[in-house]
């Protein structure tokens, strides 16, 4: 083998040196580049969420909820521009800032300490109240300029100033302040005084004496009345429609209260897509204002306005409407409905549904007057009807007429019904009955919301029966009672009271229709037990019995303003006699939801007689 050349042998070692030193210093870089990168991770981590840093905040009560939602130290904890210059000076100018809040809550006086805590990797800002005594309100003075009265209109200056919602000796707070203001202007805007202004509005606070001296001016301006209704939009039906449920007459003087309930009668009606009802002031201050200027007189506006229009502004509904629907229901079964509406058919409204569930299937057709210059409502209509429950099968035709009256505190009504009945009983034949009785019912309702009720009470009660031997089989009397309260503790616990009493005398169940006996069970009644399960036996079969009672006691707690829960125990039963009623009792628990179209139960109950638990689904209240 021939000896290496030393020139060829060195040049390669350098090569190979250089491709070395090369390699090295490539690895070098990579490797602080990669280490340089992961220290500035983190920080450019924390350049972006922001500074770093805790806020501990004591004080007491509320007032810590009050600085943890509106102190700048929270608020900006983490925004990308926060760095720690920025949390010096808001540690600097929180002090003030807390002092401005605490005097909204009617602390004049406290003692704040504001440090930051820097030794920590994670700085640290410790907030310290002390509130001091609040200020209180020494005293008010309401001053009211015009408001005349008059005999015939009386205006009650001392029941506005003892509607003041903040009076001497409460806590001096500046929304509650605030909120008293705007309540005693709106009293008087809303009654007579629609143009009324608050002209002067003053909070004479002093730290020393711990008290605030309130002043507040009203001037009325001139009183409103009201003129000639004026309709717009009307094209199908007659202006009695409007003007029948118009209970503003002209003369009466201006209230809002007024003007929303006639515009809620109207949209009841189910005759208009959309309804405005206003009082045209802007057409009256206008006439008012040029016949000043023509006599350029420079007075001021009169102390009474002329007769200001009622405006009424309607869309009609489309004249017919078809609709079909799918649900399920915990007491019937599945159910498939088709309804077909018409507005205007000789003069009546008709609704007409066919509703076919597994338990029960009912056809009918109700024709509605309009409502008469009196107030009645007056209606009639048919239904042809078939029941399936426990063993009994009844169908049923009937026809009705009925007059209705009254206001939602206050309804009553008073109904003919002719009823043609036949009956199957599971075991015990089949049997036939007609009867043609009438009945009186009132309602009472006093709650503080119709839709989703937290205080108050509904009572209903019904009486009548088929006393003449007019189409009758067997003359009998009929009486019901129902009621429900709602007795609040506070805004997050609720309890509920419920009953229901029934009775019927006749010398004979034979000839009376099922229709009129009564039973118990189902979402409604005795939970835990089917629909309509308690009653008398017959046979293999659960029939209707001449008494009823029933009870409930129910507890919700709402944890979220729409989300509640609630324990139950009912308890009830029907029969042939009072001695014979022997109460089936139910309980368990449920989960209530407030819906856009009103509150949804789901309850689980466990009937104790019969040893078994059953779901219960329904939306509202029955009343």
């Known amino acids: 083998m021939p000896a290496p050349d030393p020139v060829t042998s060195r040049h390669r070692i350098d090569l190979g040196s250089r491709i070395l030193a090369q390699v090295v210093t490539n690895v070098l870089r990579r490797a602080s580049a990669t280490l340089l990168l992961s220290l500035a991770l983190p920080l450019l981590a924390q350049a972006a969420d922001g500074l770093n ?49 605490l005097a909204t809550e009617g602390y004049y006086s406290p003692e704040v300490a504001v440090r930051l805590d820097d030794s920590g990797a994670t700085p640290q800002v410790i907030v310290d109240v002390t509130p001091g005594e609040p200020v209180l309100v020494g005293a008010v003075e309401i001053v009211l300029n015009g408001f005349e009265s008059s005999p015939e209109s009386p205006f009650d200056k001392e029941g506005l100033k003892a509607g003041w919602t903040l009076p001497a000796g409460d806590v001096f707070r500046q929304d509650e302040w605030e909120r008293a203001k705007r309540a005693i202007l709106r009293a008087v805007v809303q009654t007579r005084y629609p143009r009324a202004q608050m002209t002067e509005s003053v909070a004479t606070v002093d730290p020393d004496t711990h008290r605030a001296l309130l002043r507040v001016a009203l001037d009325s301006g001139p009183e409103m009345r009201f003129g000639e209704l004026k309709i717009e939009g009307l094209k199908r039906y007659p202006e009695a429609v409007i003007r029948n449920l118009n209970k503003i ?32 002031l802007n057409t009256v201050i206008a006439a008012q204002q040029e016949a000043a200027e023509e006599k350029r007189t420079g007075a001021a506006p009169p102390a009474t306005l002329g007769p200001v229009p009622l405006l009424v502004h309607v869309v009609e509904n489309k004249r017919k409407n078809a609709s079909v629907g799918l649900g399920i229901s915990t007491n019937t079964g599945g159910r498939a409905s088709v309804s077909y509406d018409d507005l205007a058919i000789w003069g009546l409204r008709l609704k007409s549904s066919l509703t076919l569930e597994q338990k029960k299937q009912t056809a009918r057709g109700d024709f509605y007057f309009p409502t008469t210059a009196d107030g009645y409502n007056d209606s009639f209509g048919a239904a042809l009807e078939r029941n399936d429950v426990e063993g009994e099968t009844t169908r049923s035709a009937s026809i009705y007429a009925k007059r209705a009256w009254g206001t939602p505190l206050l309804e009553r009504s008073i109904s003919a019904e002719y009823l043609n009945e036949s009956k199957t009983v599971a075991g015990d034949g089949s049997s036939h009955a007609m009867s043609l009785p009438v009945t009186y019912a009132v309602t009472w309702r006093k709650l503080d919301n119709l839709i989703f009720p937290s205080r108050g009470y509904v009572l209903n009660a019904t009486a009548g029966g088929a006393l003449l031997p007019v189409l009758t089989d067997e003359k ?28 019927l005398a006749s010398s004979t169940k034979n000839g009376v229709p099922a229709t009129y006996l009564f039973r118990a069970g189902g979402d409604n009644s005795v939970r835990g037990y089917a629909y309509q399960e308690l009653g008398v036996q017959e046979g293999t079969a659960t029939v209707g019995g001449r008494y009823l009672a029933t009870a409930s006691a129910e507890y919700q707690y709402w944890f979220r303003p729409t989300w509640g829960a609630a324990v139950f125990y009912d308890a009830g039963n029907a029969a042939d006699s009072l001695s014979d009623i022997h109460p089936k009792s139910g309980y368990g628990i449920g989960a209530r939801y407030k819906s856009p179209v009103g509150p949804i139960n789901v309850d689980v109950a466990y009937g104790h007689a019969v040893r078994k638990a059953r779901l219960h689904f329904s939306l509202g209240f029955t009343f």
Not at 257 to 275: I, K, M, N, P
Not at 477 to 484: D, E, P, Q, S, W
């Open 476 to 503: 009998f009397l009929r009486f019901t009672a129902r009621g429900i309260t709602y007795r609040p503790l506070n805004a997050r616990n609720l309890f509920i009271f419920r009953a229901e009493l029934g009775a």
């Open 249 to 280: 007459k002209p003369g009466d003087v201006y209230s809002e209260a007024e003007l929303q309930a006639f515009q809620a009668r109207l949209q009841d009606t189910g005759y208009f897509s959309a309804v405005e009802v206003t009082a045209d």
């Open 53 to 101: 840093y805790g806020v501990r905040i004591n004080a007491p009560g509320r007032l810590d909820n009050l600085l943890e939602e509106n102190l700048d130290l929270v608020r900006y904890r983490g925004n990308p521009r926060t760095d720690r210059e920025q949390l010096r000076r808001m540690v600097r100018t929180a002090p003030n800032q807390i002092k401005t809040l």
